[in-house]
């Protein structure tokens, strides 16, 4: 399946410049949008080099920011409608109690995570209903659970999938695909910034279980997306953990969080 123009937001690292790599040979226009420009430019090169014919266009935004993503909206707004592919993957996460959580902090994170992927989808479906295109919208394997120590994360998770789900309904007579992907834990620069001051402890127990890598997560997800898949939960172990959370039963999920093991450090200066 064919897409004129591919649009990935957080492409400056992690999963969004795996997007790039992959999508780049594969349609005639590539739109990167993150914060750091500078990292942006030196994988249009990287791109260009292997692809003569793309055209590359480089977009600096930080999505927590109100005035810029309405700027990044316009500047999409503007660019003549194409068979459009919107890669929502920039993500912001916060490892830590809510109590001794930072108020901007949270803020971020539900503008990165929730407001972004919101707004960048309408404001390129109308060109999609015109001309075609599909939704890749990065959830994660906590949307299936309420998360302590990672409260507002998992939350702005469980509105991406359930946002995907509702507008892939929406979109089926169009014939726009609309494709959660859940990953598990994977080594990105993700974990680095999600950590809070003082803390070196492991975020997710666990997780050597579940890792994977961020070139097998793209793979599932475009093959998710060619195959129409709802929801994509790269490995065999994500689907079976997240067959697994949905079949236990509230209570006892509930009591099963409360006893994890906790290697969170408060803030103590905090009142």
């Known amino acids: 399946m064919h897409y004129e123009r591919v649009v990935v937001t957080g492409a400056s690292s992690g999963f969004g410049a795996e997007f790039a790599r992959r999508l780049a040979p594969e349609t005639n226009e590539l739109i990167l949008v993150a914060r750091r420009e500078e990292r942006l430019h030196a994988l249009a090169e990287e791109l260009c080099a292997g692809c003569r014919e793309l055209r590359i266009r480089i977009m600096p935004c930080d999505l927590a920011n109100p005035c810029e993503l ?3 909206k ?9 068979r459009t592919l919107l890669v929502n993957n920039a993500g912001l996460g916060d490892y830590g109690d809510f109590l001794h959580s930072d108020s901007e902090r949270n803020t971020a994170m ?27 919208n990065l959830a994660s394997l906590a949307a299936e659970l309420p998360i302590p120590d990672f409260a507002v994360y998992a939350a702005a998770k469980a509105y991406v999938a359930s946002f995907s789900e509702a507008l892939r309904l929406e979109l089926h007579e169009l014939g726009i695909p609309v494709v959660a992907v859940c990953p598990g834990p994977v080594h990105t620069e993700f ?10 402890g492991n975020m997710t127990p666990g997780r050597g279980f579940f890792d994977s890598t961020a070139e097998r997560v793209v793979t599932d997800a475009l093959r998710g997306l060619r195959r129409n898949r709802a929801r994509v939960y790269p490995s065999l172990k994500i689907r079976q953990a997240a ?5 236990l039963p509230l209570p006892l999920l509930r009591i099963v969080l409360r006893r994890r093991p906790r290697r969170v450090f408060p803030d103590t200066s905090m009142p």
Not at 74 to 82: K, N
Request: glycine content about 12%; cysteine-free.
């Open 74 to 82: 316009r500047r999409l707004g503007e660019l003549p409608p194409v």
């Open 243 to 247: 067959l697994l959370l949905r079949l």
């Open 70 to 72: 309405k700027e990044l």
């Open 191 to 200: 974990g680095a910034v999600a950590r809070r001051s003082g803390f070196t």
């Open 110 to 136: 539900l503008a990165v995570n929730i407001i972004a992927p919101t707004e960048l989808t309408h404001a390129l479906l109308p060109a999609m209903a015109g001309k075609g295109g599909g939704v890749i």
